[in-house]
Every structure is written in structure tokens, then in C-alpha cells.
């Protein structure tokens, strides 16, 4: 009786985890794009240097009408001052890490939260993103293509 329950608790843990991956995948699937009055203001709020400053608005700058098309086959196309960046993302087991893969490599980025209306990506120092990742949907337009 004791090893049935035991199984039975890990079959819900499991399934937990994957809903928790697939609810969070289908909500990141479509066309976004940087909030990035939101990400300014939330650079603003943090203790950063004024060289860190200027280099998120610097970045805000290049990538403010940059959309990111997260399609369905967990392919990535980034478009950007008219230029295509391809790559992948996947999300993890428990849908709290998104992995995005531009250069070969996957790159880890918590999500500190996830909606319909918005996608928060956690700062990062280690990798140098010091302020939060905030995205919105782009009007109108779906990426499940």
C-alpha cells in the first residue's frame, strides 16, 4: 500500500511538472517584443552604475521595434532593423527557465513570470543583464505558423 501511494504522488509530480512546462510553452508561442519603457523604468529602480544605464537604453534603442517569433516548432526568428537572427528556444521541465539558442549554445534565462500579456525575464549579472527582460505581444499577430 505504502510503495502505491509512493508511486502514485510520483505520477502526480510528474505530470504536475509537465503541465506546468506545456501551460508556460503555449503561452510563450507567438510574436513579442520588448517593453521597453517598462524595462527602462525597471532599470531605473535598480542600483546600477550610470555606464549600465546607458547601455540599456543603448540596447533599447537597437532592439525597440525588434520582434521576437517564438513559433510553435521551438524555432526562434528575431527580426530586427530588418534583419533576420534565427535560433531555438525550449522551456524547462518545471516552465520557470527559458532556454534561447542564437549562437550554438543554449543560454538559461529564469522567467520570473509568464502571461498572456507579458513575459518577465530575471536579470542575469553573471552574463551581464543587469536589468529585467520584459515583453509584450505584438497586435494582432501569432507565431503558431
Same mark, same amino acid.
Given at each position: 500500500?505504502?510503495?502505491?501511494?509512493?508511486?502514485?504522488?510520483?505520477?502526480?509530480?510528474?505530470?504536475?511538472?509537465?503541465?506546468?512546462?506545456?501551460?508556460?510553452?503555449?503561452?510563450? +508561442?507567438? *510574436?513579442?517584443?520588448?517593453?521597453?519603457?517598462?524595462?527602462?523604468?525597471?532599470?531605473?529602480?535598480? #542600483?546600477? /552604475?550610470? @555606464? $549600465?544605464?546607458?547601455?540599456?537604453?543603448?540596447?533599447?534603442?537597437?532592439?525597440?521595434?525588434?520582434?521576437?517569433?517564438?513559433?510553435?516548432?521551438?524555432?526562434?526568428?528575431?527580426?530586427?532593423?530588418? +534583419?533576420? *537572427?534565427?535560433?531555438?528556444?525550449?522551456?524547462?521541465?518545471?516552465?520557470?527557465?527559458?532556454?534561447? #539558442?542564437? /549562437?550554438? @549554445? $543554449?543560454?538559461?534565462?529564469?522567467?520570473?513570470?509568464?502571461?498572456?500579456?507579458?513575459?518577465?525575464?530575471?536579470?542575469?549579472?553573471?552574463?551581464?543583464?543587469?536589468?529585467?527582460?520584459?515583453?509584450?505581444?505584438?497586435?494582432?499577430?501569432?507565431?503558431?505558423?
Amino acid at each position: 500500500m505504502k510503495r502505491l501511494m509512493v508511486m502514485a504522488l510520483l505520477a502526480t509530480l510528474i505530470f504536475a511538472c509537465s503541465k506546468g512546462n506545456e501551460n508556460a510553452r503555449q503561452l510563450i +508561442i507567438g *510574436q513579442w517584443k520588448y517593453d521597453t519603457q517598462a524595462i527602462l523604468d525597471d532599470a531605473n529602480k535598480r #542600483n546600477m /552604475s550610470d @555606464q $549600465d544605464k546607458l547601455l540599456v537604453q543603448g540596447t533599447m534603442a537597437v532592439y525597440k521595434d525588434a520582434v521576437f517569433n517564438f513559433k510553435a516548432d521551438s524555432t526562434l526568428v528575431i527580426i530586427s532593423n530588418g +534583419i533576420n *537572427q534565427f535560433g531555438s528556444w525550449k522551456m524547462s521541465e518545471n516552465g520557470k527557465t527559458l532556454f534561447l #539558442n542564437l /549562437s550554438g @549554445q $543554449d543560454q538559461p534565462n529564469t522567467v520570473s513570470s509568464i502571461s498572456s500579456g507579458r513575459i518577465v525575464l530575471a536579470p542575469d549579472p553573471q552574463r551581464g543583464i543587469r536589468y529585467s527582460r520584459i515583453f509584450i505581444p505584438t497586435t494582432g499577430a501569432t507565431g503558431q505558423e
